[in-house]
């Protein structure tokens, strides 16, 4: 396994980083048009898709920023597309208030928040 990517844990933590980055790309992609969401359209739904937005901006860089310190750009582009493909699958297991609403929104601040931290502590 040497041979492929010698630092294993680095991968395994990019897989859970690109996982949770890709999670939330999903979810903030249903959330516009806001139209479509009127429990969004409130001053507290707008608050929260902007740090929603502003924690994934953090969490992608600082997942493509850990990949490049810690793998081969091939790892990264290998786990990085697998975890792009089989995260819907996770998505799609979440019941449907989870999915479209504020609980899923508040869901992904959280676990996007876990993870920003999780960076700034592993950097």
Do not use: C, H, Q
Not at 14 to 33: E, H, K, R, T
Not at 87 to 99: E, S
């Amino acid at each position: 396994m040497d041979m492929i990517e010698p630092n294993i844990t680095g991968l395994f933590i990019f897989a859970l980083l690109a996982s949770v980055g890709s999670l939330g790309v999903l979810v903030l992609s249903g959330v516009f048009p806001l139209a479509t969401r009127p429990e969004l359209k409130r001053p507290v739904g707008i608050g929260l898709i902007a740090v929603n937005l502003l924690l994934l901006a953090a969490v992608l860089y600082g997942t493509i920023s850990f990949g490049l310190n810690e793998l081969r750009w091939t790892s990264m582009v290998i786990v990085g597309g697998m975890a792009f493909l089989f995260t819907p699958g996770l998505f799609n297991a979440w019941p449907g208030k989870w999915r479209d609403g504020v609980a899923g929104l508040v869901t992904v601040t959280l676990g996007l928040g876990a993870t920003a931290y999780l960076l700034g502590s592993i950097t």
